[in-house]
Nanobody, 121 residues
């Protein structure tokens, strides 16, 4: 089974930037990023189809978060700019190994360990 290892994250001031990485142990079909605050539902943010590189973002992060991939390293990067205190959450990457079409957020079934992002004012 494919495993995901996340890195990056930490604390940053409002308006700052952070980059998260998600490395897969094997080939995947698509990779997505999610975030979750304590007691709240996990929210899908963005996803990328590994083969085509097509990216789909949700409105709350459009223009601020950028997803990219390095196929040779089996790594996906989430560049987060202009961060706000509301972005404070635990962030997770996830993947789907099998072809799931456009990769709806509900299809992701393998998860990274999570990394904390804290944005202070």
């Amino acid at each position: 089974q494919v495993h995901l290892v996340q890195s990056g994250g930490g604390s940053v001031q409002t308006g700052g930037s952070l980059r998260l990485s998600c490395e897969a142990s094997g080939p995947t079909y698509c990779v997505g990023w999610f975030r979750q605050a304590p007691g709240k539902q996990r929210e899908g943010l963005t996803r990328i189809l590994i083969g085509s590189g097509n990216v789909n973002d949700v409105n709350s992060v459009k223009g601020r978060f950028t997803l990219s991939r390095d196929k040779t390293k089996k790594t996906v990067y989430l560049q987060m700019n202009n961060l706000k205190p509301d972005d404070t959450d635990m962030y997770y990457c996830a993947t789907v190994v099998a072809n799931s079409g456009s990769c709806p957020f509900s299809s992701f079934n393998i998860w990274g360990q999570g990394t904390q992002v804290t944005v202070y004012s």
